[in-house]
């Protein structure tokens, strides 16, 4: 039987009724509002002026589709991820006020004067230092979860305590298989008819089934599990000649229902797919006949050159941190060398899942604002970018030697693209 689901209405009384929460915000003067944008979830923000606190209740159902039924217990991902970001990578995480088992809710800190991030790089919006902070945290989470941080048998005890089978199963069919066949979640501009037609294909189903193996049999670290731009705050910068300092923390990361014992690459993979979201609206909006406008007052020539420098950005934030973090192994076996050879193979599985995200929210369900907000020509000459940059990291992840060569494959792709505009280059 499902939870019975809070409303706007009820949580106040909710709130009444738990002292530790109603320290927090004076139930007499609250407004509620109900934001939630997620799939699986409610988010109700409550605040009273002063103080706010995020209330997060599982839905039993797909908000989109509601014939679509969901496990609430995802709400225990949700609460082991908030719990080990907390104790962690606290500087990145939410304040955790606990899960409430019953109810299938947890209660954070309200976030409502950061900004999420995908909307301010849709509206070109450079935000310094995001990029690094999340590989920061991405290397804290790894680091601690995992054999490098932990015996073995914590670890393997850990993992057990966070399986996530229903929510995996999401992730293993919408990013994994659905895209590479016919199915009825997959649309797109058929303008691009061509490039997704070529993904059913033999030889790219064998590189996104090595990527899906990975996934499904590397559990080597907690994972977030959907560390989209959407599941990440960043901070307002401030006026220019006031700027954050560089050791505050530029991102806070929320939404760990997809959390499971995974491959680190995962969570690199996902974010550097987003960027190459961002690349491919940024692609669509520069071509000389797009009729949206750059918004005023931004330099598209530096949020471009910003936009590109990610992929090293966030892969220096986390190798910088995890090497720091991982001076200290608690296996003494994982010399210097297993240390770098780790870093690499993680780096070239990041690119090839990079490719399975960006595929799938170009061509598959639950698709992305980065692209989807854009019309006609532009919305195809952004799904052109994504698949066709997509399709040289799927194809050649496993030959990457360093980050640079992403950046590279990257700027290829808008070169090849621009050149041929006016024909159907892939
Ligand atoms: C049914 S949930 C669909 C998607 O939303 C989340 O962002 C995850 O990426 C999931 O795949
Ligand atoms: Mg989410």
Redesign the pocket.
Known sequence: MSTELLNEKTVIDYIAGRSDLNAVVNVGKTTVREVGD???NLLFLVQDGSNGLAIKQTLPY?RSDHS?K?TEDSIFAEARGLEAASEYAKAYAPRYFGLDADRRLIVEEDLSDWQVWRPNLNGRRVNRLAARDTGRFIAEMAYHTSYFGKDEQEVQRAAADSINPELEQ??ED??FTEPYFDHVHNSWDSRVDDQVLALRDDEIRTQAAKLKYEFLTNGEALLHG?L?TNSIFVRNQGAEEDPLPDEAAHVKIFDYE?GFYGPVAFDIGILWGNFLLAQAREFALSSSDSSLAVEEGNHDGDFHAWLLSLYEESWQGFEQEFRRLASHRVNRIFTDGFVDHWLSRTLRYSAGFAASEAIRRTIG??KVSDIESLDGKAKSDASRFALSAARRLLEGFEGLDEVADVRRLVEGTAARLEKGRQGNVR
Do not use: E, K, Q, S
């Open positions: 997620g799939n699986l797909v679509w969901v999401i992730t919408l990013i959907d989209h997809f369900w639950a």
